[in-house]
């Protein structure tokens, strides 16, 4: 049987590293309101752990994105498919990561033209790797400094 699964991202700023990654990919912001309300007027949750964000009520330090074609609990806003997570966590990064997001291009939208979109959202070039008919990509930094590649 498979399981689910969500890609969790250690983040500094979940909010605005979720708002990165939702339009680099083309995804949508979790909407966790509706939850939110109800855990608070159940006193499940203190306010101090309820912050906003683009007018909406977020867990304070959390953050999730989720493909838009992809199904959805309607009652906590969690998605039930393809979906990212930031989590806040209270160190910096340090080191290469071990495991990170290829970003492809659409057929219609040629390389550079992703990375320069990309770029336009906050991503940087660290490298362009060309290994002729095995692959051409960009090695990249999401805002925080995580690595993904842009093929």
């Known amino acids: ?26 995804y949508e912001l979790e909407d966790n309101s509706a939850l939110i309300d109800r855990l608070l007027a159940a006193g499940m ?21 989720r493909h838009p074609d992809d199904p959805f609990d309607a ?29 492809h291009h659409a057929e219609a939208e040629a390389l550079g033209d992703l990375v320069a979109r990309l770029e336009s959202l906050g991503a940087t070039r660290v490298r362009e790797v060309d290994q002729g008919p095995a ?4 090695v990249m930094h999401d805002p925080e400094g995580n690595e993904f590649c842009a093929a």
């Open 1 to 26: 049987m498979a399981l689910h699964w969500k890609l969790v991202l250690d983040s500094r700023n979940a909010p605005a590293l979720a708002d990165f990654w939702a339009a680099a990919l083309g």
């Open 45 to 65: 949750v203190e306010p101090g752990q309820i912050g906003e964000h683009r007018g909406r009520r977020i867990f304070r330090g959390f953050a999730a994105i």
């Open 75 to 103: 009652d906590t806003g969690v998605g039930k498919g393809r979906r990212l997570l930031f989590q806040d966590v209270p160190e910096e990064k340090t080191g290469k990561n071990r495991l990170h997001i290829d970003v």
């Open 135 to 138: 692959g051409h990509w960009w």
